[in-house]
């Protein structure tokens, strides 16, 4: 069975990670919008300016999706993940506009064995998102389960 | 000023919606796996088989990323909308397979006025989302902003 670098245990409640650092180009905004979120200010530069938000922003849907990219990339492909059942508590603070630069801090708030599957454990994390004026666009608080380092493989 | 379809009163408590019937092919779950969730049971067909999912799954990203093209197709592009604070309890109940079609039921739990900006509507749905064998595959609670109907233009 594969090794990986990351199990349970490397995620302790109080750890913090920092990572990420992608931007996002009009054509990214653009190009997801008119796949999932075709709301005029997600899609058409002309109509955003004259909506509530002034100018084009990116789908909250795909600041999180860039979130899970940037987490892969930090730990998540070396670790041995077993899914997420959840997230809660997205909340979508500042717009995000073609060019911000988005880094990602996650602290574990919660880690535990799960009882009916005591070789998975369970980990909630919490996830602020800042652009490049280190002003906070984005909370949530989402769950990871991995497999123990100890586990019978 | 444009005037729109549905406005904040089109959503009272109680209210429900039914839309969708969008299918999620191989390609478009390897697609978005590869862009923002390059986890091997997302993206390799084969590493799938071998991972704790049994196969090919999309991203849970990609589901509630669906699930709010369904919205903006049923009635949202035609909706007065200021867009969303945020979503609560996003719970990725069971797996999404390449070939599923999906559909969401939608219901109005909360609605009410901004304090702080009274021509403005706050509606808290709750989203239910089901494949093709009627099987719950995800839960989720949505805010949505919207225009009042007599709010001055």
Known sequence: MKKFKYYWEDF???AVRDFGGKTLSRDDIVRFGREYDPQ???VDEEAAKRSVFGGLIASGWQTCALAMRMMC???LLDAASAGSPGVENIRWILPVHPGDTLRVRLTVLEARVLQSKPHIGLVRNKWEMFNQKDEQVMHMEGY???LRRD???
Chains 1, 2 share one sequence.
């Open 12 to 14: 302790p409640v109080g």
């Open 144 to 146: 990871g389960m991995f």
């Open 40 to 42: 005029p200010f997600h």
């Open 151 to 153: 586990a019978p493989g």
């Open 73 to 75: 990339d930090a730990y």
